[in-house]
């Protein structure tokens, strides 16, 4: 059989067939000015993606696990301290990094299903009279639990405290599906990847870096090669990378790209945030809950699904990929087999979501969770029916 389902995991999301044909380019000298024409369009239109008129735009051959490296390693000295909560599988790794590049983070432990506590945040940074603390991380979608954070909040954190601390954010599966405000939330480092979002396949690290976060990097002492933002910069300078660019990879960003600004970035939310809640309605119809505590943190790009106790949610993952060729995605971490998660980004309509939520019901009947085939589906066809697509 043909692999003709779209995929419903959070990433990598489904390729518009446009996209894959642009990624797919004759080998060209990457020194050329031919490279040139796919590189400055790409930092550019990434740059009014994340809303900002200033950021200093980054492209690594890499994931949004690079995109982290990047950040801390360019900006950090051995020993800096860091703010950040752990409330689920993505903010968890970051701060492991950190700690293995010996970084010192203060954790606030956070529930899982729960939006970082930017009132912590507050009362950590105006205690830290010294400014020990040089930055604060930020998950703006919890992947893990799909869960959104309040980024604004947290920059009105830093202000109230009179904080200098600088700001990033893992934006790898918010930006360019839900909104992201580089300049109006003062984003130091923004992080993102190619496969979520931006509708690529894997293997791009996208960032943002504010003029502050500029400067540090002069004095950080963290060892960086690969990822070093000098070497980069230079680069792009003479319309190259200090290494071999993945040309293709660039050449459907910059078409991706392209697609996400002719939409319209509004248009690109409001459609998200349409196709999500659509899949919300069905799975209170089901008479489940969502992972995330409550509709202000609830995700736009990533449903993650409690299933009754007793019953292991990577069953339904399994059993969709076996008999409907299906991938949803499974519970990672504390949440590993309590929730199954339906991936809404990039590349979807209501009538694919559709087809999601009705393989998810088969699934859960299949399995013989209590559940009355079509009840989903109908609460999201009334969604459907009676909302527009902006
Ligand atoms: C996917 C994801 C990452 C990791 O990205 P990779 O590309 O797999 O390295 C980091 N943070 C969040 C929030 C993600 O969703």
Redesign the pocket.
């Known amino acids: 059989m043909s692999q003709q389902n779209p995929v419903f995991i959070?990433?990598p999301t489904n390729m518009p067939e446009e996209v894959r044909k642009a990624c797919y380019v004759p080998t060209i000298d990457h020194r050329s000015p031919a490279f040139a024409k796919i590189l400055h369009p790409c930092l550019a239109n990434v740059r009014k993606i994340l809303k900002s008129d200033k950021a200093h735009v980054f492209i690594y051959p890499s994931?949004?696990?690079?995109g982290?490296e990047t950040a801390i390693s360019n900006t950090l000295s051995a020993g800096d301290k860091v703010l950040a909560a752990r409330n689920g599988m993505?903010s968890h790794?970051?701060i492991d990094m950190c700690q293995r590049h010996g970084l010192n983070v203060e954790i606030v432990e956070t529930p899982w299903g729960q939006g970082l506590p930017a009132d912590r945040y507050e009362e950590i940074l105006a205690a830290d009279k010294g400014h020990q603390i040089k930055v604060v991380l930020a998950?703006h979608?919890?992947?893990a639990t799909g869960v959104k954070s309040d980024i604004a909040a947290v920059r009105r954190a830093l202000d109230a405290a009179k904080h200098p601390a600088l700001l990033f954010v893992?934006g790898?599966?918010s930006i360019a599906s839900m909104d992201f405000r580089f300049d109006e939330w003062g984003v130091d480092i923004a992080v993102t990847?190619s496969?979520?979002g931006f509708m690529l396949p894997?293997g791009l690290a996208i960032l943002g870096f504010s003029d502050k976060a500029i400067e540090a990097s002069k004095t950080a002492k963290l060892p960086r090669t690969f990822f070093d933002i000098a070497d980069m910069t230079k680069g792009y300078a003479a319309n190259a990378f200090p290494y071999t660019p993945p040309v293709g990879l660039m050449n459907g960003l910059k078409l991706s790209s392209e697609m996400i600004l002719e939409e319209g970035l509004e248009n690109v939310f409001a459609r998200h945030h349409r196709i999500a809640e659509g899949v919300r309605r069905a799975v209170h119809a089901w008479g489940l809950n969502l992972c995330a505590a409550g509709p202000e943190v609830y995700s736009d790009t990533i449903s993650a699904i409690r299933t009754p106790g007793g019953f292991n949610a990577t069953q339904i993952v399994t059993h969709a990929a076996s008999k409907y060729g299906v991938a949803f995605g499974v519970g990672l971490g504390e949440v590993a087999g309590k929730v199954f998660r339906i991936g809404h980004l990039g590349m979807l309509t209501d009538v694919l979501a559709l087809s999601g939520i009705a393989t998810a019901e088969m699934c859960m009947v299949d399995l013989g969770l209590d559940i009355k085939l079509g009840a989903g589906v109908a609460a999201a066809q009334d969604y459907y029916r009676n909302t527009t697509t902006a």
Not at 63 to 66: E, Q
């Open positions: 959070p990433g994931t949004g696990t690079g982290w993505f790794r970051w998950t979608n919890e992947t893992d790898v599966s990847g496969q979520k894997v």
